[in-house]
């Protein structure tokens, strides 16, 4: 029995390296972005349409691929396509000349991404003992989010010397090697398996109940709570936009755009040195309370960057930024992971994901027309207030199980 678990749970370090090459990638190209649609005539009203309509497909990427995870017999080929067909499109920035070009990009960007993210995180599931989901999560966080902190880095000295679109040519690189590291490093692993698929968070007598199907399989149903937890995501999600609404609040604020990745550097490194830690401590303490306090930190954060006080604060704010990603991402999937039946992960992942992601949608373009219509304190201060409510669902939800 040992031989089978050796090549499932070298599948979290797998996944790691291809997180690390595939972020490198990606935010080599983001945080450059927004001055990149400046340069080329586009506001900040075009940038909430490009990165609604690009979340908005990945919503349904993910819906579908969440509930293609717990029928497949092969993930394997969603999560390297995916891989494949984002660092294929990102190169191609380097010669768009206007926003709908931009936004196709984007769009098959987003879409990739939505099509592996639910069956990367139930093969990950299927990898690691149930008492170590957070831990697994938050090692794929640390090495997803140490791209992030490579890409920006590797960002700010070649836009120096070759500008935006030496950028995204450079992109290129790194965005191979993520392609090849999962189409060669990857295995399949076993849906339900005994030794790897029970819900730590659940104890038996909480195990949701079972409907029949057409093909007489039972189908787990999802508990209550899960359906609360996505809700507490939903009304927080309506408040968080995309990112890039923050790199150009601080150059609105004064601080140059040409900074934009260092900006994201200093938030990711937070992430990073957090991501792992917090990842090992919601195997310990309530997973829920410390999504709760990342909710809370993400409120102080935006609440600043809509006062902006000065550039020093807002430097504050974005490291601390990172805090917030650590005590969410990693956690509140490790979460859902550990609640619901084994068969229903993909299910529960891809609502969460669809959930959050349609959210997105309405939070960049309800922001971008916000901005453009009051000014950048509204949308601001409209985020920390959602954050807070969503922190207190969180905080006053009712677990099964005290480590939720």
């Known amino acids: ?23 490198t990638a990606s935010e080599m ?29 990945a919503s349904f990427a993910k819906l579908f691929s969440g509930y293609l995870a717990d029928r497949v017999g092969r993930r394997k080929p969603l999560v390297v396509g995916g891989y494949l067909v984002a660092n294929a499109v990102k190169p191609v920035l380097a010669v768009a000349t206007a926003a709908w070009q931009v936004l196709i990009i984007r769009f098959a ?3 990739a991404k939505g099509v592996r993210g639910a069956p990367r995180d139930v093969m990950l599931a299927e990898s690691v003992a149930p008492d170590r989901l957070g831990a697994a999560f938050g090692l794929l966080q640390a ?15 070649i836009v120096s010397a070759h500008g935006y679109r030496g950028v995204f040519w450079a992109a290129a690189v790194p ?13 399949e692993t076993d849906h339900g398996s005994a030794d790897h698929s029970a819900a730590v968070d659940s104890p038996p007598s909480s195990s949701p109940p079972s409907t ?9 149903d999802l508990l209550a709570s899960f359906y609360w937890l996505l809700a507490a995501t939903a009304v927080f999600s309506v408040g968080n ?12 604020a004064g601080i140059a755009p040409h900074l934009a990745p260092l900006l994201g550097l200093v938030f990711n490194v937070t992430y990073t040195a957090f991501s792992w830690p917090i990842g090992h401590l919601a195997d310990r303490v309530s997973k829920r309370a410390l999504a709760a306090a990342g909710y809370l930190v993400f409120a102080a954060v935006y609440w600043v960057f809509g006062a902006a006080p000065s550039a020093a604060a807002l430097w504050g704010a974005m490291a601390s930024y990172g805090l917030f990603y650590a005590c969410t991402n990693p956690v509140l999937r490790a979460l859902i992971a550990g609640t619901v039946a084994p068969q229903a992960r993909g299910r529960a992942l891809g609502l969460y994901f669809f959930v959050t992601s349609l959210a997105a949608l309405l939070s960049s373009v309800l ?38």
């Open 143 to 157: 090495m997803d989010t140490a791209g992030a902190i490579a890409g920006p880095a590797l960002a700010l000295w």
């Open 367 to 404: 922001t971008g027309e916000l901005w453009k219509h009051y000014g950048p304190r509204l949308p601001f201060y409209l985020s920390a207030a959602l954050a807070a409510v969503a922190a207190l669902m969180l905080f006053f939800s009712h677990p099964a199980s005290s480590r939720k």
């Open 212 to 220: 029949e199907t057409a093909h007489g399989l039972a189908r787990p």
């Open 109 to 111: 960007d987003r879409l």
């Open 29 to 57: 190209a983001y945080w450059i972005l927004p001055a990149f649609l400046v340069s080329i005539g586009a506001g900040p009203a075009t940038l909430g349409v490009i990165e609604g309509i690009a979340e908005s497909v």
């Open 1 to 23: 029995m040992a031989s089978p678990a050796r090549p499932r749970s070298r599948n979290l370090w797998v996944f790691g390296a291809t997180s690390f090459l595939n972020d």
């Open 241 to 252: 936009s995309s990112d890039m609404f923050l790199v150009l609040r601080a150059a609105d």
């Open 175 to 187: 965005g191979f090697l993520a392609i090849l590291v999962a189409a060669v490093g990857i295995r």
